[in-house]
């Protein structure tokens, strides 16, 4: 009987990321650094991973055999992949309590069953003429006040070259106003302008934007706005049916790779796995424990965020560079996190649920707006930040609540598109 690779390839996915944590990252520095701050372990229990690992096979299974349409299908695949998984195998190592990994547990089920919900959505919708008209007025208009910084941009940048210099500088210059519109620009009005250029093959517009974008990029130099272009694109021409086969084989791919390489480098030097599979999977489920640690029964309660008008926050430096300093001696390091360790420190396990509620709200809206999945790759870049990042942040200063009101009036519609 033959049996096809192709249809166990999250199951490869699991093994491989479990032998790199255990053969390589848990080694590495920000593990080690923590382990001297609280006393947490990564040892591998065999009767713990045993536990874990059914659990997870058990949800891998689940997912494949939901009933989904593709761009929900696609979203939960992401967060099983680059969340859920690691998650799993991070806890499936360590001695501390189960709460945290719980919440992830919550999280990625919660989402599961808000995909699954189905409902009309009675709101007017814009269109394709009314929509990009008015894309292209806010974004001619909005972008108007950046000339004044043209002066400012290093062309070193295109080539990633002094880029920090950069960032330092217009972290300076840039006012309140281009602070909050450059992330909105970059990461969620010009890739949806631009979808809808190729979309509708509209070439002149395309270049037109390319343009713009590459000027807010120098004005900043912040690398995820190229990564975030090329993803838009890169998603745009995947086949929709296979992006989860590619995006799952190209990480199969890597970690081979990262494995490969153990007997020739040390543990932070095995640059694969530090930069692909340390800094994007299992970074975050650490800070989860380092801002359960500080934060416990010492909750801020949004005081640095949207309540920090009516809230005092107790401390000089924000949470993220607290984290940095106290857990691994770098006062300047901002060691930022997403939904869970956001809501946590803010409101303690009910602060994640909170967060988990808001999310699988947003995404189930999205869901039954039937968005055309050649847009993927702007929630795809939107799901990253949410893990990464503070959740008030995503949907403020990067666009989140922009790209939900998008969604509602520009991209959503009626019938479910042949791409779904």
């Not at 002094?162 to 300076?172: E, G, M, Q, S």
């Not at 901002?334 to 649920?353: H, M, Q, T």
């Amino acid at each position: 009987m033959k049996i096809k690779i192709s249809k166990y390839l999250f199951e490869i996915y699991y093994i491989l990321i479990s032998i790199l944590f255990f053969l390589v990252v848990r080694y590495t520095w920000f593990f080690r650094k923590l382990n001297e701050k609280i006393e947490i372990e990564y040892n591998f229990n065999l009767l713990k991973y045993t536990l874990i690992s059914g659990f997870v096979f058990f949800t891998i299974r689940l997912y494949r055999r939901a009933n989904l349409d593709l761009f929900s299908k696609n979203i939960i695949g992401i967060v099983l992949v680059v969340y859920f998984i690691p998650s799993s195998i991070f806890y499936s190592s360590t001695n501390a309590g189960p709460a945290i990994y719980l919440a992830h547990v919550v999280m990625f089920f919660t989402l599961f069953f808000a995909m699954k919900l189905r409902y009309d959505i009675s709101l007017p919708i814009l269109s394709k003429k009314q929509s990009l008209f008015m894309l292209v007025a806010i974004t001619v208009i909005g972008v108007l006040p950046f000339l004044r910084y043209i002066q400012y941009i290093n062309i070193k940048n295109l080539f990633l070259i002094d880029i920090y210099i950069t960032r330092f500088k217009f972290r300076r210059l840039f006012d309140v106003y281009s602070s909050y519109s450059h992330s909105w620009f970059t990461r969620v009005i010009i890739p949806v302008i631009f979808v809808f250029a190729l979309k509708y093959r509209l070439r002149l517009l395309a270049f037109f934007y390319i343009l713009i974008l590459l000027m807010l990029y120098l004005m900043g130099a912040v690398k995820s706005v190229l990564l975030g272009s090329l993803l838009v694109v890169l998603f745009y021409f995947l086949p929709p049916k296979k992006i989860m086969n590619y995006i799952v084989g190209g990480l199969i791919s890597l970690a081979i790779l990262a494995i490969v390489s153990i007997p020739f480098f040390d543990a932070d030097n095995n640059m694969v796995a530090v930069i692909i599979f340390r800094r994007l999977m299992f970074i975050p489920s650490l800070l989860d424990y380092a801002y359960v640690d500080f934060f416990d029964d010492n909750y801020l309660y949004w005081s640095s965020s949207f309540l920090k008008g009516f809230i005092a926050y107790p401390y000089i430096e924000t949470p993220a560079r607290l984290i940095g300093d106290i857990y691994f001696d770098r006062p300047d390091m901002a060691a930022n996190n997403g939904i869970i360790s956001d809501g946590f420190a803010n409101a303690g396990f009910i602060g994640s649920l909170l967060n988990i509620f808001f999310l699988s709200s947003f995404f189930s809206i999205v869901k039954n707006s039937n968005v055309d999945i050649r847009f993927f790759g702007i929630f795809f870049f939107f799901i990253y930040n949410i893990f990464t990042t503070t959740f008030s942040t995503v949907l403020v200063t990067h666009g989140g609540i922009i790209l939900l009101l998008l969604t509602l009036f520009v991209l959503r519609n009626k019938k479910t598109s042949d791409y779904q």
